[in-house]
């Protein structure tokens, strides 16, 4: 779907080196149908950055603990400009389809379900 995002997701911008993931964003004008959000009906866009995501939603469930990632930021504190995130949602919707998410927030279970873990 497209939305107010300046950036496109491409499986194009991910690699894996030496289990290293690298995820690599550069300024490039994408352009693709996608489906607006707003109305529902497909429509084309150009968005200015192309980066990267790994979703994982369904792959695993998670009731407690400690989830740890090791992240290298690019850019500098004192620069703008970057906004680069390592975000952990609920397993309950998914983060790009904005249909299963009712336009809230993806919400999260302390129980694991078939639903949840398939």
Same mark, same amino acid.
């Not at 004008?29 to 950055?49: C, L, W, Y």
């Not at 400690?66 to 975000?87: D, M, R, T, Y």
């Given at each position: 779907? #497209? *939305? ?8 194009? +911008? ?9 995820? /690599? /964003?550069?300024? &490039?004008? #994408?352009?693709?149908?996608?489906? +607006?959000?707003?109305?529902?009906? !497909?429509?084309? %866009?150009?968005? !200015?950055?192309? =980066?990267?995501?790994?979703? %994982?939603? *369904? ?16 850019? &500098?504190?004192?620069?703008?400009g970057l906004w ?6 609920? *397993? ?9 998410? +009712? ?7 302390n129980v694991c379900?078939?639903?949840? =873990?398939?």
């Amino acid at each position: 779907y #497209t *939305n107010a995002a300046l950036h496109y997701y491409s499986p194009d +911008n991910v690699v894996t080196k030496d289990g290293d993931m690298i995820i /690599t /964003t550069e300024a &490039k004008h #994408t352009t693709f149908v996608g489906q +607006n959000d707003t109305t529902g009906k !497909n429509a084309i %866009s150009t968005k !200015n950055f192309k =980066s990267a995501m790994l979703q %994982s939603w *369904n792959k695993f469930c998670i009731t407690g603990g400690i989830v740890e990632a090791e992240i290298q930021i690019p850019g &500098k504190a004192e620069v703008g400009g970057l906004w680069p995130a390592f975000w952990l949602l609920g *397993n309950m919707a998914r983060h790009t389809y904005v249909g299963s998410t +009712n336009h809230i927030w993806p919400w999260s279970s302390n129980v694991c379900t078939p639903y949840s =873990s398939d």
